[in-house]
Each structure stands twice: as C-alpha cells, then as structure tokens.
C-alpha cells in the first residue's frame, strides 16, 4: 500500500492545491507527449501562472497532483521551487501510487493530509492572469462558518448553462434559474472532505476516484457554500483551438 504524506505542522502557512492530473482527452495530440498544465500560454508553461499568482499572494506552500506524465510536472514543480526561495512544492503522484488519477474530490483527499485546515483548490489548466489570491480572502473565509468559498464567472460559450448560482447574501445555489460557471478556484475546509460530507478515508489510501461537485452540492443545499463573481480574463484552455485562439491574442 502506498506510503501517505507526513501531516504538515500545525502552524503552517495556508497551502494551495493546483490540479494537474487529468489527461487533457480534449486537448489531443497536443496531450500525448506533453501533460496540459506545461502547454504554453503567452511564453509560460500554463500551471506556472497561477503559481506566479500565488508567489504574489504570498502563498508559497504548494501541492501538485499528477498523473498522465507526471514526471513532467515533478521536473517542472522541483525547477520552480529551485528558483524561488522560500517555496516549498510538494506533488501527490497519484498516478504513480495507484496508476490513475482519482478525479478532484479523490485527489483533494489523498493530497489532505499536506494541505491543512484550510486551503486554496484550483485546476493547473485554467488561464486566469488577473486573478490575486489575496490574503485578506483567507482571514474572511475563516471568520464565515462556511465550509467552501466559490470563484465565479460568466458563462463561457461552451458551458452556457453553467454550474452553481448565486443569492443576493453570497450564498452558492445548487438549484438556480441564473447560473454562473466555477471557475475552478476556491478556497476549503478539511471538513467536507470528510464525513458526513465525504466517505473517503483519509489520506485515500485505497484510491477512491470521485468528483467534487456532489460534495459542493450537498453542502450548498446545506447553506455552507459561499461565492463571488470574479469578472476578470478566465479562460478554460480545453481544446487545442482555445488555446491557439488564446495565443493569438495581443
């Protein structure tokens, strides 16, 4: 059985988890010999704009699920670390551990034990270069009761129904006539991913794959979800022809 990660400090910085383990299926051939989060983005492999991100923010402890050539990432994450002083990025090799990757939920509750209390969640292939991971977000969440804050945005034209709504008092809809589109970043407690919200053990040590969005779901109808609209550049670089298109622009 794989060997779980040590549980970090109590006192340790808040954390963020960048998702690189799919296989990026859409984004084929591009796919077959380089893992999406490296595609390239105006001259920077696409996962390191969030971690320039975080860097500014200040949040410099960091874990990357792999999976589909992950090896890439492991050089790419240790060359990042070597170069920024005072960052520490830690990679939960799932597909290395189990010969999958375990979806988000899974992934989030295998990597927990690194991760904290509280913690930031976005996906290693989602293009947002305005976005600031603010401290001053954090110190919000922690004084709410909420188990899960939600960034969101409009509908892009590939998802136009979108996911989640929003109340005028900044609570996430599972159930909405007006839906917006997560747009991947949040910011989470331990608690939903574990029971009553999660029945996966901790640590995952027995490789559950699972989804996230139920999770939010029954925590939403539950009233413990909030979000906000983020206006700012978001794109999801899904398809090869996204990405071509978001290269081309100035």
Avoid at 56 to 74: P, Y
Avoid at 185 to 194: A, H, Q
Wanted: hydrophobic share 45%; aromatic share 8%.
């Amino acid at each position: 059985m794989p060997r779980l990660p040590a549980e970090p400090p109590a006192a340790a910085p808040i954390a963020a988890m960048i998702l690189a383990a799919g296989r990026g299926m859409r984004m084929r051939p591009l796919t077959d010999t380089q893992p999406k989060p490296l595609l390239p983005v105006h001259g920077k492999p696409l996962m390191q704009w969030p971690l320039e991100a975080l860097h500014a923010g200040g949040f410099d402890r960091v874990v990357v699920n792999t999976a589909w050539l992950g090896e890439q990432i492991d050089d790419f994450c240790t060359n990042w670390q070597a170069g920024h002083a005072g960052t520490e990025v830690t990679v939960s090799r799932e597909g290395q551990d189990f010969g999958y990757a375990l979806e988000t939920a899974g992934g989030i509750a295998r990597a927990l034990p690194l991760l904290g209390d509280v913690f930031w969640v976005l996906a290693g292939d989602v293009y947002v270069p305005g976005f600031v991971f603010a401290p001053a977000s954090v110190v919000r969440f922690l004084a709410s009761p909420m188990l899960a804050h939600l960034w969101l945005v409009p509908n892009p034209p590939h998802n136009p129904r979108g996911d989640f709504g929003l109340s005028a008092e900044g609570l996430a809809l599972n159930h909405a006539e007006t839906r917006y589109t997560y747009s991947t970043i949040g910011l989470y407690r331990r608690e939903l991913f574990e029971p009553p919200w999660c029945e996966i053990l901790p640590g995952n040590p027995q490789g559950t794959a699972e989804p996230l969005a139920p999770l939010l779901r029954r925590a939403m109808d539950a009233g413990l979800v909030s979000a906000e609209l983020y206006s700012g550049p978001w794109v999801d670089v899904g398809t090869p022809e996204r990405l071509a298109e978001l290269n081309a622009e100035a």
